[in-house]
């Protein structure tokens, strides 16, 4: 089963300015995390991983009455926003939350798991 592993960041702390300068501390939490990624290479658990752009930077596309239109920037006040995602493949819910505890662990920010909807997904 593949579940998409959501990782979140407070807002206050993420400051679109310095967003390219990380800290001492991020770059020692980020080694952490690469470490335990390439466990999950190893194992055949881990599908893809990525960090995302500062929502400053972000585009949202949606209908306003009979138009479609993008919108740039962020749209709401945030306590916390996705700062990255990984999607990871293994046998059980628990081995995500495992995981997911271990990436918790590392980066000391908030996890959310979904199960990504495939071939087991009927319309």
């Known amino acids: 089963m593949k ?3 959501l990782a979140y960041t407070p807002a206050a702390a993420w400051d679109a300015a ?15 995390y690469q470490k335990l990624e390439r466990e999950l290479i190893a194992s055949g658990e881990f599908v893809t991983s990525e960090g995302l752009g500062h929502p400053a930077v972000s585009t949202t596309v949606h209908r306003n009455g009979d138009k479609v239109v993008a919108t740039d920037g ?12 990984a999607v990871i493949d293994v046998a059980s819910k628990e081995r995500a ?27």
Do not use: C, H, N, Q
């Open 74 to 85: 962020p749209f709401a006040e945030l306590k916390e926003v996705l700062a990255s995602f």
């Open 97 to 123: 939350v495992e995981i997911a505890a271990r990436i918790v662990e590392a980066l000391g920010e908030p996890i959310e798991i979904r199960p990504i909807m495939g071939e087991d997904f009927a319309a």
């Open 3 to 5: 579940y998409l592993l």
């Open 18 to 32: 310095t967003a390219d300068v990380p800290s001492e501390e991020a770059l020692a939490a980020f080694a952490t």
